[in-house]
Nanobody, 122 residues
Framework: VQLQASGGGLVQAGGSLRLSCTAS????????IGWFRRAPGKDREFVAA????????NYADSVKGRFTVSRENAKSMAYLQMNSLKPEDTGVYYC????????????????WGQGTLVTVSS
């Protein structure tokens, strides 16, 4: 599966962005989808994940209450709605695919796409 994240850009603190993740083929009903980010000079970190059927979600503490992950399996799409953005949310955001249990165990994600840059100005 080839993945491509899009929707990044420059936004002021407190603003919103919606990222999209497009898969090259229909995502399997057994695949979880995750979102990760890499801030400048830092390691990649987990942001959010959603189960294969979309009913279960997992968020990093730093984004809980501000970010919402969703998916449309029929369109092979996933989304990350980001509200109340902070400068510390700046980074390259990636989507990933993994086995069904990966949404609760982010280390299991094993297929990565090209990222999209999000810059939040203060």
């Amino acid at each position: 599966v080839q993945l491509q994240a899009s929707g990044g850009g420059l936004v002021q603190a407190g603003g919103s962005l919606r990222l999209s993740c497009t898969a090259s083929r229909r995502t399997s009903s057994n695949n979880a989808i995750g979102w990760f980010r890499r801030a400048p000079g830092k390691d990649r970190e987990f942001v959010a994940a959603i189960s294969s059927n979309g009913h279960r979600k997992n968020y990093a503490d730093s984004v809980k209450g501000r970010f919402t992950v969703s998916r449309e399996n029929a369109k092979s799409m996933a989304y990350l709605q980001m509200n109340s953005l902070k400068p510390e949310d700046t980074g390259v955001y990636y989507c990933a695919v993994g086995p069904s249990t990966a949404y609760m165990r982010p280390v299991m994600f094993n297929s990565w796409g090209q990222g999209t840059l999000v810059t939040v100005s203060s």
